[in-house]
């Protein structure tokens, strides 16, 4: 097999052939070095334990600028940019700024203070499933449930109105499908990536001018009026967080209840189990999680020379934690290759591992839960209406169509 081919958005789009390609790699060569024309080699990570491993040590492996993989051209573009960083988010911060620019909103989602939303999520649950239904029996349950329902949580939680929804959409979907042609503006370039972001800033400029001038309860008041270290934060942090959450807090979600109900779909008796029994609905959910891994990987640096399973890793090499391969790691998890509705334990890495533990994960779960529940009460089958179709990209990726065939009860 041809590692180098894990740079490729169509081998990510192409499941059966990643997850064979990984699973080739975790038993043949765990820790490979990836050498290819169009990309800086770096090592990557694939086995449970070596992601663990580096995540818990985030003094000798940093973040940097660079956290996700990009096209050579790209990141040189970017490098060469005369306007420094376009974002500087939680996921390009080390210690401390990182800890400090968390702690601005890690309250916010906590489970008390998600617990009095609850009422709310499980509301637009339910109206998502009223829409799914009134639409007729042949939907595509990405465009017409998955992506809209998180969506309109999370733009809820920020404090966007339901009018910028579509454009929101948009934008995030230029910017994690930038290698899908389907979704992104025209090429993959950086200064295609600048208009989308740039987009981004303007609308999240005139917020935070209107929530310094005028605070509400929502998390767009909190990262307006946000300081760090006595003084206010940035107008790049605070742009960049407003984009992290408006995207992340979304795209994920809507990947992951897209997939694992297609999981669910190819493992009927596990569908059946489910249905039988809703009270493992938070159980299947983290199944659907681990089983779909959106978020396909993240860089790290060296900052010293690192011996991984007798790889001698150097000094400023990065290195790719590979998730959905550590979620398929044959040592932690039995049957991996399997959906399993009640799996326990369900040690998976997709919300990553220690300080970058992903803030929102709780908010994630209570989503796909309610949303599971809602749609399994209410409908007395759903199948495979058509050829689902998965996202091209190294990074952020799930099921771009998915046609299925709904019958109400």
């Given at each position: 097999m041809d590692y180098s081919d894990l740079v490729k958005p169509t081998t990510v789009a192409d499941d059966d052939y990643f997850q064979a390609l990984t699973a080739h790699m975790r038993t043949h060569d765990p820790v490979p070095f990836i050498e290819s024309e169009t990309h800086k080699p770096f090592w990557v990570a694939t086995k449970h334990a070596d992601i663990i491993e580096i995540e818990r040590q985030n003094d000798k492996f940093l973040n940097t600028q660079n956290s996700v993989l990009m096209r050579?051209?790209?990141?040189?573009?970017?490098?060469?940019?005369?306007?420094?960083?376009?974002?500087?988010?939680?996921?390009?911060?080390?210690?401390?700024?990182?800890?400090?620019?968390?702690?601005?909103?890690?309250?916010?989602?906590?489970?008390?203070?998600?617990?009095?939303?609850?009422?709310?999520?499980?509301?637009?649950?339910?109206?998502?499933?009223?829409?799914?239904?009134?639409?007729?029996?042949?939907?595509?349950?990405?465009?017409?449930?998955?992506?809209?329902?998180?969506?309109?949580?999370?733009?809820?939680?920020?404090?966007?109105?339901?009018?910028?929804?579509?454009?929101?959409?948009?934008?995030?979907?230029?910017?994690?499908?930038?290698?899908?042609?389907?979704?992104?503006?025209?090429?993959?370039?950086?200064?295609?990536?600048?208009?989308?972001?740039?987009?981004?800033?303007?609308?999240?400029?005139?917020?935070?001018?209107?929530?310094?001038?005028?605070?509400?309860?929502?998390?767009?008041?909190?990262?307006?009026?946000?300081?760090?270290?006595?003084?206010?934060?940035?107008?790049?942090?605070?742009?960049?967080?407003?984009?992290?959450?408006?995207?992340?807090?979304?795209?994920?979600?809507?990947?992951?209840?897209?997939?694992?109900?297609?999981?669910?779909?190819?493992?009927?008796?596990?569908?059946?189990?489910?249905?039988e029994n809703p009270e493992i609905s938070h159980l299947a959910v983290d199944e659907a999680i681990r089983w779909v891994s959106p978020v396909k990987h993240f860089l790290r640096y060296a900052t010293e020379d690192y011996e991984l399973r007798g790889r001698q890793i150097k000094t400023d090499d990065p290195i790719m934690m590979l998730y959905p391969s550590g979620n398929r790691d044959e040592e932690v998890f039995d049957r991996p290759d399997r959906f399993v509705a009640d799996r326990r334990p369900n040690r998976h890495l997709a919300f990553g591992h220690g300080a970058h533990h992903c803030l929102g994960n709780l908010l994630a779960k209570m989503e796909m839960k309610h949303l599971y529940e809602e749609l399994f009460s209410r409908v007395s089958s759903i199948e495979l209406n058509g050829e689902p179709k998965l996202i091209q990209s190294t990074f952020v990726s799930g099921l771009k169509t998915l046609p299925v065939r709904v019958k109400a009860k």
């Amino acid at each position: 097999m041809d590692y180098s081919d894990l740079v490729k958005p169509t081998t990510v789009a192409d499941d059966d052939y990643f997850q064979a390609l990984t699973a080739h790699m975790r038993t043949h060569d765990p820790v490979p070095f990836i050498e290819s024309e169009t990309h800086k080699p770096f090592w990557v990570a694939t086995k449970h334990a070596d992601i663990i491993e580096i995540e818990r040590q985030n003094d000798k492996f940093l973040n940097t600028q660079n956290s996700v993989l990009m096209r050579r051209e790209v990141e040189e573009q970017a490098a060469a940019s005369s306007f420094g960083p376009a974002l500087r988010t939680l996921i390009n911060m080390d210690d401390p700024d990182h800890r400090k620019f968390r702690d601005l909103t890690r309250e916010w989602f906590l489970p008390a203070n998600l617990k009095p939303l609850e009422t709310r999520v499980k509301e637009l649950a339910v109206l998502a499933v009223d829409d799914m239904l009134e639409r007729g029996e042949e939907i595509d349950f990405v465009k017409d449930v998955a992506v809209w329902y998180p969506l309109r949580v999370i733009m809820m939680i920020l404090g966007v109105p339901e009018e910028d929804l579509p454009m929101m959409l948009r934008l995030t979907q230029e910017l994690f499908g930038a290698d899908d042609p389907d979704m992104r503006r025209e090429a993959e370039t950086e200064e295609q990536r600048m208009q989308t972001l740039m987009e981004f800033f303007m609308y999240f400029n005139a917020m935070t001018e209107d929530r310094r001038k005028s605070p509400g309860e929502d998390v767009a008041s909190v990262i307006a009026n946000a300081e760090i270290d006595g003084k206010q934060i940035g107008d790049l942090e605070a742009m960049s967080y407003y984009v992290i959450i408006a995207t992340a807090g979304h795209d994920t979600t809507s990947s992951s209840a897209a997939g694992g109900l297609l999981a669910l779909m190819h493992h009927p008796d596990e569908f059946r189990k489910l249905k039988e029994n809703p009270e493992i609905s938070h159980l299947a959910v983290d199944e659907a999680i681990r089983w779909v891994s959106p978020v396909k990987h993240f860089l790290r640096y060296a900052t010293e020379d690192y011996e991984l399973r007798g790889r001698q890793i150097k000094t400023d090499d990065p290195i790719m934690m590979l998730y959905p391969s550590g979620n398929r790691d044959e040592e932690v998890f039995d049957r991996p290759d399997r959906f399993v509705a009640d799996r326990r334990p369900n040690r998976h890495l997709a919300f990553g591992h220690g300080a970058h533990h992903c803030l929102g994960n709780l908010l994630a779960k209570m989503e796909m839960k309610h949303l599971y529940e809602e749609l399994f009460s209410r409908v007395s089958s759903i199948e495979l209406n058509g050829e689902p179709k998965l996202i091209q990209s190294t990074f952020v990726s799930g099921l771009k169509t998915l046609p299925v065939r709904v019958k109400a009860k």
